[in-house]
């Protein structure tokens, strides 16, 4: 499905904290994530990203009202090689998982059939710089 189809939405709170990271490793985990949730979603639906506070640093959800992934196969989605997709190569999620949890994050996803999916991502804050001498 092509991006021009679907709208994107994107909110961010003020005050987010720094996440340490390789920036080109953590764009693909986004890159990633849209474009599922791109893939799944019908001609006209948004894509809703959404950056937060978390607990000990950043939440972001990505979150679809596309057609959902059925309860039986949610656990395997994080699987290499493992896609719902006609022609997916099953590798978005799993590098994606391993991207996040590289740099000590985590990845969750929640979904119902036909009502869509979001999946969230919990980065830890940077250390605070330390001052100069």
């Known amino acids: 499905r092509s991006f021009s189809t679907v709208g994107a939405v994107t909110r961010r709170k003020d005050g987010l904290a720094k996440v340490m990271g390789d920036r080109n490793r953590l764009s693909q985990v986004l890159i990633n994530l849209v474009t599922n949730a791109a893939q799944a979603s019908r001609a006209g639906d948004e894509v809703m990203v959404e950056a937060a506070a ?31 997709k006609p022609h997916g190569t099953g590798l978005g999620l799993a590098v994606a998982r391993r991207i996040v949890e590289e740099h000590g994050g985590r990845i969750q996803l929640e979904s119902q059939p036909e009502k869509g999916t979001v999946v969230s991502v919990s980065l830890p804050a940077a250390p605070p710089a330390k001052a100069g001498p």
Do not use: A
């Open 54 to 84: 978390d607990t000990d640093g950043v939440l972001v959800r990505v979150r679809d009202k596309g057609c959902g992934i059925p309860p039986e196969k949610q656990k395997q989605v994080f699987k290499p090689f493992f896609t719902t």
